[in-house]
């Protein structure tokens, strides 16, 4: 289980992105977390696995305390957690495959890595991946001949190379058209489907909300707004979400 309790983040500038954000997260849930640009959704994604630093507050999984985590207990922990990127921060000149093993890099050893020298398991395991986003033949093409529902693909083929046990996905599909958002929530669907993998899921659009989502939170302001099932966010509830000249679409 993920624990988040009381979770408050002050950039420099006094900048209040999260105030006091308290939920919890069981163990092979799909959560959505909703909002719109500005409410907090990135930086509560990124304070799980300290990408941010909270200013205040606990953040427990497994009864593992992350934010009081030594670096060394920060780097085990984050072998653990994938992350999915809304510009898929793939290094673009490299092959695609060079980027899917960028997914062992805390699994090796540093000098083998900087040379790009990985175990067969390894090399079998990212065309593995590969396959399974349906890009294998793909592996030796450069990441900037790729179109972008593709790139994200390979971020996704990079995230399951860590063998993890919960998935961070922020804002995966917001550069996406609607037909490639689907697939790669599709992709994601079948992660915590099949591999039991917990997904905590930044979006916009509450279409996909609907069709992926087991609950959702909600943020506004930085403050949390809503905790539920999708289908519980009433006319009432999705106008203290995103403001009342909000209108409603699906």
């Known amino acids: 289980m993920l624990k988040v309790e009381n979770l408050t ?12 954000v308290s939920f919890e997260v069981q163990e092979g849930e799909f959560l959505a977390v909703i909002g719109l640009s500005g409410s907090g959704k990135s930086t ?7 990408l941010i630093e909270p200013t205040e507050g606990t953040i427990l999984w497994d009864d593992v305390d992350i934010t009081a985590a030594s670096q060394e207990e920060l780097r085990r922990i984050r072998r653990r957690i994938g992350m999915v990127f809304q510009h898929f921060n793939l290094v673009t000149r490299s092959k695609v495959i060079t980027n899917v093993l960028a997914g062992r890099l805390g699994y090796v050893s ?16 990212a065309h593995a991946q590969l396959d399974r986003v ?3 033949d793909k592996a030796e093409s450069r990441a900037d001949e790729l179109s972008g529902g593709q790139q994200q693909r390979v971020g996704v083929a990079r995230a399951m190379m860590q063998d993890p046990e919960m998935m961070l996905a922020d804002e995966p599909v917001a550069s996406l058209d609607p037909v490639l958002a689907h697939s790669i929530m599709q992709y994601l669907e079948n ?3 099949e591999d039991g993998v917990t997904v905590l899921c930044s979006l916009h659009f ?19 707004v809503f905790e539920g099932r999708p289908e519980e966010i009433d006319d009432a509830k999705f106008k203290e979400i995103y403001g ?3 209108e409603r679409v699906g």
């Open 44 to 50: 509560l994604l990124r304070c799980i696995n300290r």
């Open 206 to 224: 509450l279409d996909l909300v609907h069709r992926y989502a087991d609950r959702v939170i909600a943020l506004n302001e930085g403050q949390l």
């Open 134 to 136: 349906g890009l294998g």
């Open 244 to 246: 009342r000249e909000a």
């Open 9 to 20: 983040k002050v950039y420099d500038g006094g900048v209040q992105a999260l105030t006091d």
């Open 110 to 125: 540093p000098a083998l890595s900087i040379i790009n020298r990985f175990p067969a398991a390894d090399m079998d395991k």
């Open 191 to 193: 992660i915590n489907d």
